[in-house]
């Protein structure tokens, strides 16, 4: 390529300057296929591990309420519980009722229902963009399936300990509402409903499908998270299991994450309150799970970042007082 070729080039409106981003998000991924080249097995089987988590935990704790919740917001009864709720959520949140209807459904399943719910609700034309963007500060939660069963039974062995950081979560994320009631308090925008009326069986069929599609997004993360984790561990020679190790690994993967810190040989409190910071924050790949539905309202990844963050904090601070009330 000449020299006169290579500065059209250059002016062509389609060309575009590599960001430092891209580029060491580039050599980052590179490493991670030649680490898979050179160790096959090893992948295969974080691969394997990872899909069978998904398949055992995530998928039978949140696909039903994917289905249902879609079939409850065609409902009237909702819009009639949240004409009652729409009080205390005005006071609260500065949200209108909808949103006490998300959150109650976002604590029953977990992540990413919260997210997917107002992301559908705003398409549907039935809330505006602003009480969407305040509706994720305290609508993007863990569901108890997971927390008592998976977390409290399966890993730390102790139901109590599940309902700690249960009760921890649930009133950091109203905390976060309040203290974010006034984000996109503007934003006014709503999008025209749609007025066309679908069958029985072609709803059932979307309703089918959307859900599926939506788990399978779910999946790719999880095993996208894996892989990477076992990598920077491996780069890192993180093979211990420490508090650092555990933390880093749930900032990325809660499951990984919730798992490492109950191999600890901390204290039942410390491993609580370690717990519930991860569980709150949700990790980055829960992050992009919830944002892949998100992104459709507008939504910051910053801002999304930095409200998942003081969730954490929140609920860690509660998590204290709780461990050392109870």
Not at 265 to 294: D, E, R, V, W, Y
Request: hydrophobic share 50%; proline share 2%; net charge positive.
């Amino acid at each position: 390529m000449n020299s006169k070729t290579f500065v059209k080039f250059k002016k062509n409106k389609n060309y575009k300057k590599l960001s430092l981003y891209a580029i060491l998000l580039s050599i980052l991924l590179f490493f991670v296929i030649l680490s898979m080249v050179v160790n096959p097995e090893k992948y295969i089987a974080v691969t394997l591990n990872s899909i069978l988590i998904w398949a055992t935990v995530v998928l039978p704790s949140i696909f039903p309420f994917l289905v249902y919740t879609k079939f409850l917001t065609k409902l009237k009864l909702v819009d009639h519980f949240a004409n009652l709720c729409t009080p205390i959520t005005r006071f609260l949140f500065n949200t209108d009722g909808l949103s006490s209807y998300i959150y109650i459904m976002s604590i029953m399943s977990g992540y990413p229902v919260g997210a997917k719910l107002t992301t559908d609700l705003y398409l549907e034309g039935k809330i505006d963009r602003g009480t969407a963007h305040r509706t994720i500060c305290f609508c993007t939660n863990c569901g108890p399936m997971f927390i008592i069963g998976t977390v409290g039974v399966g890993l730390l062995l102790s139901k109590q300990a599940g309902y700690i950081i249960l009760i921890a979560h649930l009133l950091g994320a109203i905390i976060n509402g309040i203290v974010y009631r006034n984000y996109h308090k503007n934003d006014k925008k709503i999008l025209k409903a749609n007025i066309e009326q679908s069958s029985t069986d072609n709803f059932l069929s979307e309703t089918a499908i959307s859900s599926a599609n939506s788990m399978f997004i779910v999946g790719t993360y999880i095993i996208v998270f894996f892989i990477l984790i076992e990598f920077l561990n491996r780069l890192f020679s993180m093979n211990n299991t420490t508090i650092l190790n555990a933390l880093f690994n749930g900032f990325l993967e809660i499951t990984h994450g919730a798992k490492d810190i109950a191999l600890l040989p901390i204290s039942m409190n410390f491993k609580i309150i370690l717990s519930t910071a991860i569980l709150s924050f949700g990790g980055i790949a829960t992050a992009f799970q919830s944002f892949a539905f998100i992104k459709k309202i507008e939504y910051s990844f910053k801002f999304f970042f930095l409200q998942k963050l003081t969730h954490c904090i929140f609920s860690t601070i509660i998590a204290c007082l709780l461990c050392l009330i109870l």
